[in-house]
């Protein structure tokens, strides 16, 4: 099935669940653990990637845990999400190779939502550079896979587009050739060395939850908003695991 074809309906879960960010976040600062200094030595670098209308500043706080544990972290560059996939992905290939040319090893992406989307694409174009991806929230089984509400927002980012708005994604990126190879991207199955990992949420009130769940990827469930994954304790708990077993690994080669 086409990445653009809608493979499930509309989520079930209401969107007014969507306002459970305040009390997330307050869980993980409560969470003394993943507060502490690590500052483990031999960490991988991260890139990371905001989700649709969100930019850099929407991860900043996955940012700053990332630092406190010792990796180098860099941004997408990316103010608001909303432009053409194969131009930002195009503009991302180039950032992800100096990053891994930088620190002398290969790449972790972590995107939220629609940047989970754009970090698999840059995960298949860019196999020697990238060894682990992480979606949060990312309908790459189906992009279409959304609440109605936020499908009205995407019709009108696209219409903009259309009247000539600069960096604004256009109807042409669903329906022309422009975005045709990040549409293979999302069904091209990732290289075997890439540790990927789809974090999905069932009560998840933006995005189909079923639509998260790559067949290149490890699904890991959480109970979180859309909204909330990047600053929920169990998503912090599962990149903890994800990259203290490289370390492990690492120190017992």
Not at 3 to 22: H, N, S, Y
Not at 38 to 58: K, N, Y
Not at 134 to 158: E, N
Request: glycine share 8%.
């Amino acid at each position: 099935m086409s990445a653009r074809e809608t493979a499930a309906p509309p989520p079930a879960a209401p969107l007014w669940g969507e306002l459970r960010f305040g009390r997330e976040l307050a869980r993980l600062v409560a969470a003394q653990g993943l507060r502490r200094r690590i500052r483990a030595v031999d960490t991988q670098p991260v890139l990371l990637i905001p989700g649709f209308m969100a930019g850099d500043t929407s991860l900043m706080v996955l940012r700053a845990w990332l630092a406190r544990r010792g990796h180098p972290v860099s941004m997408s560059g990316i103010r608001v999400n909303v432009g053409c996939a194969a131009e930002i992905v195009g503009r991302l290939q180039e950032h992800v190779r100096e990053l891994a040319e930088q620190e002398g090893r290969s790449v972790a992406l972590i995107g939220q939502s629609r940047g989970g989307a754009l970090a698999r694409a840059l995960a298949v174009r860019e196999p020697e550079h990238v060894s682990r991806l992480v979606m949060l929230g990312s309908p790459v089984c189906d992009p279409l896979a959304v609440a109605p509400q936020v499908m009205q927002t995407v019709k009108l980012m696209a219409r903009l587009g259309d009247l000539g708005l600069p960096r604004m994604f256009s109807s042409a990126c669903a329906d022309g050739e422009c975005c045709d190879g990040f549409w293979q991207d999302m069904e091209t199955p990732l290289a075997d060395h890439i540790e990927a990992i789809s974090v999905y949420s069932r009560s998840d009130g933006i995005v189909d939850w079923r639509a998260c769940i790559d067949p290149s990827a490890r699904a890991v469930e959480v109970e979180s908003s859309h909204c909330g994954m990047s600053v929920h304790p169990a998503v912090y708990g599962t990149l903890e695991a994800l990259f203290d077993a490289s370390l492990e690994a690492a120190w017992n080669g």
